[in-house]
């Protein structure tokens, strides 16, 4: 099956600091999303991006499919950032998100 | 609000019982998905659904069971044949089979004693 790989595992921050955070996948995709998931564990969606660029916010995310590769943006970060930020895709064969094992943020004061 | 509600958020077990999990959805998806996430890891599927009264094996059904009797229904039981049944357990749908985005309930905690 498609192989995911997140990078950095850990990334420690001082408020104000900005970030990217890498996804690798190992296979042509279909659909792509990144989350974060907050302390009390829900899986917030941050964005929906199989290919293109797109922004929300201090928040963007860039899918270079040919490349496959994926890349989140953070910019100016605020503590509420902080946890765990996972990408998932789904390979052009459908049946199932693929999740990474996610990158731990921490976003000090 | 439109949304995905697991229940309960917590739940303790005596080793050996069967338990079963809630996910309700009101978001008109045709599709329903089982997750499972250990501590500092990301999540492996356990069954998903595409229509009423059919669903697939993820990668680790070993010990779990599913129904889909109502599309707003997607209900897990974890039973005793689950080796390390204490973990996180998410829920997800989507609009479609494949290819949709897909969104996620608050989780249930499950601990087995």
């Known amino acids: 099956g498609i192989q995911v790989e997140q990078s950095p595992p850990d990334l420690i921050l001082q408020e104000g600091a900005n970030s990217t955070l890498r996804c690798n996948f190992s296979d042509s995709v279909n659909n792509l999303q990144w989350f974060h998931q907050n302390p009390w564990g829900q899986l917030i969606n941050l964005f929906y991006?199989?290919?293109g660029t797109k922004q929300n916010g201090r928040l963007s995310a860039t899918t270079v499919a040919t490349e496959r590769y994926s890349l989140l943006y953070i910019s100016s970060s605020q503590t509420t950032d902080s946890g765990v930020y996972f990408c998932?895709?789904?390979?052009?064969?459908?049946?199932?998100?693929?999740f990474g094992e996610g990158t731990q943020l921490t976003v000090n004061p | 609000d439109g949304g995905i509600t697991q229940s309960p958020k917590y739940l303790f077990r005596k080793e050996g019982q069967n338990v079963t999990l809630s996910c309700e959805q009101n978001l008109n998806h045709d599709a329903m998905y089982w997750y499972r996430q250990d501590p500092g890891q990301g999540l492996r599927l356990i069954y998903y659904s595409q229509i009423v009264n059919d669903f697939q094996k993820g990668d680790i059904a070993e010990g779990y069971s599913v129904s889909r009797e109502k599309k707003e229904s997607f209900p897990l039981t974890v039973t005793s044949a689950q080796k390390n049944p204490t973990a996180f357990y998410l829920c997800?749908?989507?609009?479609?089979?494949?290819?949709?985005?897909?969104?996620f309930g608050q989780g249930t905690r499950l601990t087995v004693v």
């Open positions: 997800a749908s989507s609009m479609r089979d494949w290819f949709t985005e897909a969104f």
């Open positions: 998932a895709v789904e390979g052009t064969s459908g049946s199932r998100l693929t």
């Open positions: 991006i199989p290919s």
